[in-house]
């Protein structure tokens, strides 16, 4: 497969500038390169979910046009969305057999044998009768792979697959990965900026900067030459040293207390946090961490057990309640959870500040422009809020947070972010003084950041006292269950 | 500018279509358009009798509409503002019929027992969404049968005339709740259009000024992530039903006091649904009230006019009035659609 | 089992006939993530058409036809409205349910209380020979056959072909729909427009075979409401639709019945199908129902996951588009 001249611009933004490079099958190649250096965008054209501006996609030899990802994979090409595309109210049997061509009526038995024949083959542990909403991204990611492979492609695209899994679930995705190249002589195409995930597995790089494509290696190679590649130049990891002073008093206690909400159980949870300490939550998506952040803020109440915050039993009270206690609560998803779209940034302002019966606009007005000098905020106060980019609006939302926070329960707060903006969302929240408790997909942020770590698996939870005695492969050991 | 004369053109364009189609409906009735047009003119303009009854359609269907303005900004769809307006106007019934006390103290009485029987009831419909999860579409829609049956119940039973029930009215009210009216020719109560215009502005500037409103609108775009800004969102929503609501009730005891002197079967008449129209037709924009209410009160003024000396069914308000709606809500679209090309180019 | 049991069910099925038609119309158009919020001003518009169509060309064929695209055409200005233009579904829905049902008033008023054609009652043989059960279900027009045919090939369809797939994959994730080479819109286009046509065939079997004419107060206007929450009750599910639909006419008919028993005013007890709906639809988003199901053995649970799901499609009243 041959890319000659790609180039593709959303507004003002060129998010591919000229690319062209050969993948060669039997190979698996990682595309390296920060958010927004246009990876993905890329990765989208060749699997035919937008069209480029111009360039043009050559395969055995002859160029070819397709038009969607349809036709994309009836030439051969299947992409692997990091949150998988299929659908949940399906069966994994009725998943599968969607998308493939044949006559109105389902032939249910082939199928099945098909799906079957194919777990086997690759040792995945997929039950055709369950519903997909049931499953982990590692087996969704898992069922996508074997659609793919059932519909005929010899071009696999993953776009970040080791987001959100283990590390047993990566070495087998993994190995699978090496299998489809070597066996069945694929061409695979990682995409990810986990430079780990590259060294593993690829036999080839190449790295994205800025739309452009900037380099190719040939595997082995160093870490270093990689970052060098990725960065321009060599960034030095931050190191964080623990401020908790001993004896600080505790803001936030939680008692014998018992979560459930349909899925998942946490029975008993003896908890405390301390004022300024920093405590970061591991584990995969769905293991516990969003609903005991949510507890933490009032946002869901507990069966049993009473939770504390400041001393005071605020157990069973709204999230108002705790909200006047100094708890405030940020949701990852920026403008479903957190940002009202079609408000501007000074009626943003206003809602969290203007307190009193009539609102004083002026007043707001210029507090907005304040907090938009301060936070580095690429917009005016009159802007709707969703005018503005993902890292702006994360810029608005800290300055949204309070200074005088007892707590601030934080998911994900960097996510989707590049490395610059995240640190400097990092600067700004150590700097407010209050205890914080976040989430991250990110092991190596919940390492820099916590002064302790609490690992969530299905509703279990291990609490690491000092990070500085674990690593980031044992996080990885950890989010899998495997707690010893 | 450009982009102005698209859409005054389209919408242009829906009222001419509307129109047209109307037309064509009232020439299969062999009936001629022009005929009927100046029928309808007559009806709601000719002098200031009639001119009244515009205004007091008016009336209520402002009421009503304004209070939609706040519980559509707060992002709910309060359909069940007819069974509001109900509820109000069976509680100022029943003031009209047994509370003895001068007109001074009476009429007031009714219309505050209107507001507060619809803020109830419009609260209950707000409880059943925030506390049991029924859309306040379905249980609006069932609670403004369910009023309509009430209102029947108190008609046919506990408050049938003294002669026996004919299901059809009430007896009339006592004299002292006879609506004062401003002249021979104006024949409207000035009270009820001090408190419609009071409205109108005290909406509106609350809508613009205070918190309540900020946070209305909060709740309406993205009730989540109002309740992590610190908003109290099931507050907000319940308090939106019922301002809604007794403004409804307000309206419904209008409708009562002055229409009829007695309560009979579905007082609201519809008037509750047009409401719904009209915010619909404005996009929720308070300030646009009264004058788009003002034209389809005319509407509905001219066809009384129309069914007693042409013999057309006063369904042909309806008919209009929604035609007119339909056609402006699908026209905005097409020229949203051309604006949007033009930007893209 | 007495005959006079055995008779009234089966008034109950025959006069539940026009609501399970409906309800599966608007099921059909929902799983592919539209809302016709129409359906009251659509069935008597379609009922008054149908019927006038019938009496002024004799035949019930043309009525049930005519009936059908009108319903056809309101449901197409739903998805034109939502698809092409992104207007509010609901708003547009709305106003149609106002306008059809004025429309139906005023174009109705020369066909109020005239004689007119019914659709003949067709035992079927054999079949209602059975004791009991075919009395109920076997001794009724065609239209009751129509809608146990409808019930059966609907949910075939949906679950037990490859278009069915597509269909339900439209209302639940258009974006994987996509990806797979489904036309979201199209789909949505067609479902909409056979879903509004049953709505208006089943118009057509309140003035064509319930009760056959067009009335001043149409004792239908309401039922294009329960109708919608009755697809909520069904989860969406051709068969909890059906169900829900008898059960509720039947609850319906039990109380008419108590009233000649039952020493209570009688416009009270009109409220009851209301305060019914709202029930219904409280034991829903409340999840008893599904607490309910959580009583099933596992292996039952799973094989009859998709009747005893709840949840509607995940995209219900979304717009889709590419990119």
């Given at each position: 497969m041959q890319l000659k001249n790609i180039h593709k611009r959303f507004g003002q933004v060129h998010a591919n500038n000229n690319i062209s490079v050969t993948f060669h099958p039997g190979r698996v190649i990682g595309i390296l390169g920060e958010n927004g250096a246009g990876k993905s965008t890329l990765m989208k054209i060749i699997a035919g979910y937008q069209?480029?501006?111009?360039?043009?996609?050559?395969?055995?030899?002859?160029?070819?046009?397709?038009?969607?990802?349809?036709?994309?994979?009836?030439?051969?090409?299947?992409?692997?969305?990091?949150?998988?595309?299929?659908?949940?109210?399906?069966?994994?049997?009725?998943n599968f057999v969607y998308g493939q061509s044949g006559g109105i009526l389902l032939n249910r038995k082939t199928s099945r044998q098909q799906l079957i024949a194919l777990c086997q083959q690759f040792n995945f542990e997929l039950d055709p009768d369950t519903p997909v909403s049931q499953l982990s991204i590692a087996q969704r990611q898992q069922l996508e792979i074997i659609r793919l492979l059932g519909l005929g492609v010899k071009v696999?695209?993953?776009?970040?697959?080791?987001?959100?899994?283990?590390?047993?679930?990566?070495?087998?995705?993994?190995?699978?990965?090496?299998?489809?190249?070597?066996?069945?002589?694929?061409?695979?195409?990682?995409?990810?900026?986990?430079?780990?995930?590259?060294?593993?597995?690829?036999?080839?790089?190449?790295?994205?900067?800025?739309?452009?494509?900037?380099?190719d290696m040939q595997m082995p190679t160093t870490k270093a030459a990689l970052v060098e590649l990725m960065f321009g130049a060599q960034i030095q990891p931050v190191k964080r040293e623990s401020r908790l002073q001993p004896n600080t008093p505790i803001v936030l206690d939680m008692q014998q207390v018992h979560l459930h909400d349909g899925r998942l159980d946490i029975p008993q949870i003896n908890f405390s946090l301390r004022a300024g300490e920093v405590i970061g939550l591991a584990g995969l998506d769905g293991s516990g961490q969003a609903l005991f952040m949510r507890a933490c803020a009032g946002l869901i109440k507990p069966h049993a057990g009473r939770v504390f915050v400041k001393g005071q039993d605020l157990t069973g009270q709204s999230y108002h309640q705790f909200n006047r206690s100094g708890v405030i609560f940020a949701a990852s998803g920026r403008l479903e959870e957190g940002l009202i779209a079609d408000m501007t940034l000074t009626e943003h302002i206003a809602l969290m500040y203007e307190q009193n019966t009539w609102i004083n606009w002026r007043r707001a007005h210029q507090f907005t422009q304040r907090q938009i000098e301060r936070f580095n905020v690429r917009g005016k106060p009159d802007d709707p809020i969703?005018?503005?980019?993902?890292?702006?609006q994360q810029r608005v939302l800290m300055g949204l947070l309070p200074e005088n926070a007892t707590a601030l329960i934080l998911e994900q707060p960097t996510r989707g972010l590049d490395v610059d903006s995240a640190r400097w969302i990092w600067d700004q929240l150590l700097t407010k003084n209050s205890a914080i408790i976040y989430s991250s997909a990110d092991l190596d942020e919940i390492m820099t950041y916590s002064d302790r770590i609490i690992v969530f698996y299905a509703g279990r939870m291990k609490v690491i006292d000092d990070p500085h005695q674990v690593t980031v492969s044992d996080l990885g050991h950890y989010i899998g269950g495997d707690f010893s | 500018?450009?982009?102005?004369?698209?859409?005054?053109?389209?919408?242009?364009?829906?009222?001419?279509?509307?129109?047209?189609?109307?037309?064509?409906?009232?020439?299969?009735?062999?009936?001629?358009?022009?005929?009927?047009?100046?029928?309808?003119?007559?009806?709601?303009?000719?002098?200031?009798?009639?001119?009244?009854?515009?205004?007091?359609?008016?009336?209520?269907?402002?009421?009503?509409?304004?209070?939609?303005?706040?519980?559509?900004?707060?992002?709910?769809?309060?359909?069940?503002?007819?069974?509001?307006?109900?509820?109000?106007?069976?509680?100022?019934?029943?003031?009209?019929?047994?509370?003895?006390?001068?007109?001074?103290?009476?009429?007031?009485?009714?219309?505050?027992?209107?507001?507060?029987?619809?803020?109830?009831?419009?609260?209950?419909?707000?409880?059943?969404?925030?506390?049991?999860?029924?859309?306040?579409?379905?249980?609006?829609?069932?609670?403004?049968?369910?009023?309509?049956?009430?209102?029947i119940y108190f008609i046919s039973g506990p408050w049938q005339p003294p002669e026996g029930g004919s299901a059809q009215s009430t007896p009339p009210f006592q004299a002292a709740a006879t609506l004062p009216r401003i002249s021979d020719d104006l024949q409207f109560n000035l009270l009820f259009l001090l408190i419609t215009i009071g409205a109108i502005i005290a909406i509106g500037l609350l809508l613009m000024f205070t918190r309540w409103g900020l946070t209305l609108r909060a709740v309406g775009k993205n009730a989540q992530s109002a309740l992590l800004l610190g908003v109290r969102t099931e507050r907000v929503t319940l308090s939106a039903f019922m301002v809604c609501g007794a403004l409804g009730g307000i309206a419904g005891?209008?409708?009562?006091?002055?229409?009829?002197?007695?309560?009979?079967?579905?007082?609201?008449?519809?008037?509750?649904?047009?409401?719904?129209?009209?915010?619909?037709?404005?996009?929720?924009?308070?300030?646009?009230?009264?004058?788009i209410a003002f034209a389809l009160a005319a509407i509905i003024a001219g066809s009384t006019r129309v069914k007693t000396l042409l013999q057309l069914d006063q369904s042909l308000a309806g008919v209009l009035q929604g035609l007119i709606v339909l056609t402006i809500l699908i026209f905005n679209g097409l020229a949203d659609r051309l604006t949007r090309k033009d930007h893209h180019e | 089992m007495s005959d006079a049991l055995v008779n009234s069910l089966n008034s109950i099925v025959a006069a539940t006939t026009p609501l399970v038609i409906a309800s599966i119309g608007e099921t059909i158009t929902e799983r592919a993530g539209v809302i016709n919020l129409s359906l009251n001003g659509s069935i008597l518009l379609a009922a008054m058409a149908g019927f006038a169509a019938a009496q002024t060309s004799n035949s019930v064929i043309i009525g049930i036809g005519v009936a059908a695209?009108?319903?056809?055409?309101?449901?197409?200005?739903?998805?034109?409205?939502?698809?092409?233009?992104?207007?509010?579904?609901?708003?547009?829905?709305?106003?149609?349910?106002?306008?059809?049902?004025?429309?139906?008033?005023?174009?109705?008023?020369?066909?109020?209380?005239?004689?007119?054609?019914?659709?003949?009652?067709?035992?079927?043989?054999?079949?209602?020979?059975?004791?009991?059960?075919?009395?109920?279900?076997?001794?009724?027009?065609?239209?009751?056959?129509?809608?146990?045919?409808?019930?059966?090939?609907?949910?075939?369809?949906?679950?037990?072909?490859?278009?069915?797939?597509?269909?339900r994959a439209v209302g639940e994730n258009p974006q994987a729909a996509f990806a797979r080479g489904t036309k979201v819109n199209y789909q949505r286009y067609i479902y909409t427009i056979i879903g509004g046509a049953l709505v208006g065939v089943a118009g057509a079997a309140y003035s064509l075979s319930v009760k056959a004419g067009w009335f001043a107060n149409a004792p239908m206007d309401g039922d294009g409401w329960i109708a919608l929450a009755i697809v909520i009750f069904g989860g969406w599910h051709p068969f909890r639709v059906i169900l829900g639909a008898y059960l509720f006419a039947a609850l319906r008919r039990i109380v008419a019945d108590l009233q000649s028993t039952v020493d209570f005013p009688l416009v009270l007890l009109n409220t009851l199908p209301w305060i019914l709906m709202i029930l219904t639809l409280m034991m829903v988003s409340s999840g008893t129902l599904e607490r309910l199901t959580r009583l099933l053995p596992a292996r039952l649970q799973r094989q009859f996951r998709n009747v005893l799901r709840s949840d509607p499609p995940a995209a219900i009243g979304t717009r889709f588009d590419k990119n």
């Open positions: 069209p480029a501006d111009s360039g043009e996609i050559w395969l055995d030899g002859r160029p070819v046009n397709y038009h969607d990802p349809r036709d994309a994979i009836s030439h051969g090409i299947g992409m692997l969305q990091q949150d998988p595309l299929d659908i949940g109210a399906f069966s994994v049997l009725e696999l695209i993953l776009d970040e697959p080791t987001t959100g899994i283990s590390a047993a679930q990566k070495e087998q995705l993994f190995n699978t990965l090496k299998r489809l190249a070597k066996e069945q002589n694929m061409t695979i195409l990682l995409v990810s900026h986990k430079l780990e995930d590259v060294l593993a597995l690829c036999d080839e790089v190449i790295v994205l900067r800025a739309g452009q494509l900037v380099g969703q005018a503005l980019s993902g890292g702006n | 500018m450009r982009e102005r004369l698209i859409r005054l053109g389209f919408t242009s364009g829906a009222l001419i279509l509307a129109l047209g189609v109307t037309a064509l409906l009232i020439s299969m009735f062999d009936h001629s358009p022009i005929d009927v047009l100046e029928t309808a003119w007559d009806g709601a303009f000719k002098d200031g009798r009639r001119f009244s009854a515009v205004v007091n359609f008016w009336i209520p269907l402002t009421l009503a509409s304004i209070g939609l303005v706040v519980t559509f900004t707060a992002g709910l769809w309060n359909i069940g503002i007819e069974g509001q307006m109900i509820i109000g106007a069976v509680c100022a019934s029943w003031a009209g019929l047994y509370f003895e006390a001068p007109s001074v103290i009476l009429i007031p009485t009714c219309i505050l027992l209107g507001a507060i029987g619809g803020m109830l009831w419009g609260m209950l419909a707000g409880l059943l969404k925030l506390r049991f999860g029924v859309h306040e579409i379905f249980g609006g829609v069932a609670l403004n049968f369910i009023a309509a049956n009430i209102a005891a209008h409708r009562v006091l002055q229409a009829y002197s007695s309560l009979r079967p579905s007082p609201a008449g519809g008037i509750g649904f047009l409401a719904l129209l009209v915010v619909l037709l404005i996009s929720f924009r308070a300030w646009w009230v009264p004058f | 695209m009108i319903g056809a055409a309101v449901a197409l200005i739903i998805a034109f409205a939502a698809i092409e233009l992104r207007r509010d579904q609901v708003a547009i829905g709305f106003v149609l349910t106002i306008l059809t049902a004025d429309l139906a008033t005023f174009l109705g008023k020369p066909y109020v209380n005239i004689p007119g054609p019914r659709i003949p009652n067709m035992p079927i043989p054999l079949l209602s020979d059975i004791p009991v059960v075919g009395r109920i279900f076997f001794d009724h027009d065609l239209m009751v056959y129509f809608s146990f045919a409808l019930v059966l090939m609907s949910w075939y369809w949906m679950f037990h072909t490859r278009y069915g797939l597509a269909l």
